[in-house]
């Protein structure tokens, strides 16, 4: 089993950074893949940002490209998502996932095994 606790989330303006953490625990050598999912109010959940744990590689989102970042720690036990620019439709409450077989870009959200129990973001214009 693999635990993960999201932290960091807030009100914030447009324009506006914030980090994101999700500290996992357990199993964690066994997870292929970990990243962020966001879902916002009325609509369904939706890939955000992930990478594979061995290569590193990293895959985002098309509407969070150039703006959010995903990166871990050396023990790769905690990842952070720095999402900068931030817009009113950024506005979710964001996920952190973890998956022990993640296939293509990361962003099948039913491939995940592990989830965290999320941190709101709210952005105002």
């Known amino acids: 089993q693999v635990q993960l606790v999201e932290s960091g989330g807030g009100l914030v303006q447009a324009g506006d950074s914030l980090r994101l953490s999700c500290a996992a625990s357990?199993?964690?050598?066994?997870?292929?893949?970990m990243g962020w999912f966001r879902q916002a109010p009325g609509k369904e959940r939706e890939f955000v940002g992930a990478f594979r744990r061995a290569s590193g590689i990293t895959y985002y989102a098309d509407a969070v490209k150039g703006r959010f970042t995903l990166y871990r720690d050396n023990a790769g036990n905690t990842v952070y998502l720095q999402m900068n620019s931030l817009k009113p439709e950024d506005t979710a409450v964001y996920y952190c996932?973890?998956?022990?077989?993640?296939?293509?870009?990361?962003?099948?959200?039913?491939?995940?095994?592990?989830w965290g129990q999320g941190t709101r973001v709210t952005v105002f214009s």
């Open positions: 357990g199993r964690t050598f066994s997870c292929d893949a």
């Open positions: 996932a973890a998956g022990t077989v993640v296939t293509g870009t990361l962003g099948r959200d039913y491939e995940y095994d592990y």
